[in-house]
């Protein structure tokens, strides 16, 4: 089965910092692969989605993930962060036949003045 | 607009009285499914639904029941819920045409004492 791994748990970053979170999955074919982004006290927001391709993808708010088949990684980046960007994010893999995502444990990013 | 909503976005309980979590959406799609999300744990599946009168365990059911009588509608069913079931749901759907991206409801914010 497929899984995937966050391995940062917080970051902090400055505004105007460029930011990287990274994202390592486990899947045995090509992956459908996706970053979701959550605001305190919303729900989930798709930011950007690989399925197949150019292996860097633009998603909204100024993020782009790049897709690694050889480092089994798709992280996201964005050159420089906003103040309104401080959130959790969420990596996710979805593979088979039954719709099945599975996400990562999340990486809470918090951004100072 | 489309969109994924749920009722109640807050809830408070006493342990062993049922309780039902409404999902609806509006987007004609096949595939439903619910979550909970836990500090440090991600997103698990409880339970999803491929169809009407389809439904299939996730990661997490025990405790859970779930039904799908109509295209729209997913409720999750707590019939003796625990204060181990305190957490954050979320419901979510997709089409079943190729693409996994799910579209997900504001969340639910169970408490059980």
């Known amino acids: 089965a497929q899984s995937v791994t966050q391995p940062d748990i917080h970051i902090t970053v400055s505004e105007g910092a460029s930011l990287e979170l990274r994202c390592n999955y486990s899947y045995g074919a090509t992956p459908y692969l996706f970053w979701y982004v959550q605001s305190p006290g919303q729900g989930l927001q798709l930011l950007l989605k690989y399925f197949s391709g150019d292996t860097l993808v633009q998603g909204i708010k100024g993020f782009e993930a790049e897709f690694k088949r050889s480092q089994s990684s798709f992280n996201l980046r964005k050159p420089s962060v906003h103040w309104s960007d401080a959130a959790e994010y969420f990596c996710a893999v979805g593979a088979g036949n039954n719709n099945d995502m599975r996400f990562g444990a999340g990486t809470r990013l918090t951004v100072k003045p | 607009e489309a969109q994924v909503t749920q009722n109640p976005r807050y809830l408070i309980t006493v342990t062993g009285k049922k309780l039902t979590v409404t999902c609806s959406q509006n987007m004609n799609h096949e595939y439903m499914s619910w979550y909970r999300q836990d500090p440090g744990l991600g997103l698990r599946q409880i339970y999803y639904s491929m169809n009407v009168e389809v439904t299939d365990k996730g990661d997490v059911p025990e405790g859970y029941k779930v039904s799908r009588k109509e295209k729209r509608n997913f409720p999750l069913i707590l019939e003796s819920p625990s204060p181990n079931q305190t957490s954050l749901y979320f419901c979510?759907?997709?089409?079943?045409?190729?693409?996994?991206?799910?579209?997900f409801g504001p969340g639910t914010r169970l408490t059980v004492t």
């Open positions: 979510a759907s997709s089409p079943l045409t190729g693409s996994y991206e799910q579209y």
